[in-house]
DNA sequence: TAGATTGTTAATCGATTAACAATC
DNA sequence: TAGATTGTTAATCGATTAACAATC
């Protein structure tokens, strides 16, 4: 029989603290523990038990009574969850400061995605390797793209070109943006895209320093 | 008489959307456009025009009926109200792949943090220049948070060491922490955090894709 | 068993959206 | 003036938190 349970949406609240979660159970798991509480993870984020336990269960985990939850099961939930097992192919625009940095990056706590080439229209760095990938030129994309399969666009070039390189992208089959420049981008309704976005966390960071500068 | 208001708390899903705003006003006024409509603003970012109006309106901007917001002073207000007129001065630890890249970062949207030194505590490292920027010695942080009254410590060092030295920030007197390790910090009340999480980002970007290949 | 912890339903809270009056 | 757009109050929606029963 086929599987007709619904997929309850999941909020991006949730998509975003679950790797935090499985990133702590990592530490926990290289101490040598095998189970860990909501109670403890609450503690540790400053986060309600309740909503950890709302969150491990949307991932798929479960834990026991008077137990808690099983660390390597339900690392396994989250990385099946948010598709860490499949690893997400990608490829990178735009190889300057931070995309360099990217392609160089060891940080990714689940290994989610694997970038497999860079492009940049600079004839200067073509051709030349970063951190192991050789960075191609820009008409090498779309032929790329189609040929592996990547579903994945990180777009690190300046904002001036964040439009038309994204707009490429599309149109050469990527699905899913990874956008590092400072621009909004306009795409198709079936595109997903993620902006992370360095001047709005900042902004966060800023003002609320200056509130706590502003009490004292 | 001194102002007595309550400062009206606002959302960090508010100071998130302003910088945007900001951004897009930047490059309406490049084209030579003195004023903007909530609609325009709305339709441009897929947002409720209401929401704009509100978010402006917690900036201290307002706007004209009939004529929409004078874009120089709506980006103004912003400017003043993020607190990016002050300049806020920052120190960066860890030179690494991504510490550099930040070193030589020129896409903050409205120049809201200026980093005035780095530090490492490689000896490799130390004294050599990074895009202009001196890195200096671990011993020197202290002394310098001190001298210079720098406020925001930016954390770019691998995740085993993210604790300790922003301990060390902490100490010598850092206020404000920008974290882009994925730990998550243990800091003292007073002490603001925020947490550039690129796994946090990611997991948003492949579990919706994952969604939607599903569905095809 | 007793009690810690999960699982689940209900209440609260806050952010978003809708409605409409004010105004240039 | 008429009508587009702001300003503001009320309604909706969804996420977080609280309460409590189930269970190992």
Chains 1, 2 share one sequence.
């Not at 999941?10 to 499985?22: E, F, I, N």
């Not at 689940?110 to 008409?139: Q, T, Y």
């Amino acid at each position: 029989m086929v599987n007709t349970e619904k997929p309850k949406p999941v909020s991006q609240a949730t998509l975003q603290r679950l790797p935090k979660y499985y990133h702590y159970m990592s530490q926990l798991l290289k101490q040598g523990r095998e189970v860990v509480s909501c109670t403890k993870l609450a503690s540790h984020f400053g986060f309600d038990p309740t909503q950890i336990r709302k969150d491990i269960e949307s991932a798929g985990g479960a834990g026991r009574p008077r137990i808690g939850f099983d660390i390597p099961k339900t690392m396994d939930d989250i990385r099946e969850f948010l598709g860490w097992n499949n690893a997400n192919q990608a490829v990178l625009v735009g190889s300057g400061n931070l995309g360099s940095a990217l392609l160089g990056y060891d940080g990714f706590a689940g290994r989610e995605i694997k970038i497999l080439a860079a492009f940049d229209n600079d004839p200067e760095k073509v051709g030349r390797k970063v951190h192991g990938k050789e960075i191609f030129s820009m008409e090498k994309l779309p032929g790329l793209i189609r040929r592996l399969h990547v579903h994945i666009g990180i777009l690190t070039v300046p904002g001036s070109a964040a439009q038309t390189i994204a707009d490429e992208m599309v149109a050469a089959g990527i699905r899913g943006i990874w956008n590092l420049t400072p621009v909004h981008l306009h795409v198709p309704e079936n595109i997903i895209v993620s902006h992370f976005d360095i001047s709005a966390n900042l902004a966060v960071l800023c003002s609320q320093l200056a509130e706590a500068l502003r009490h004292e």
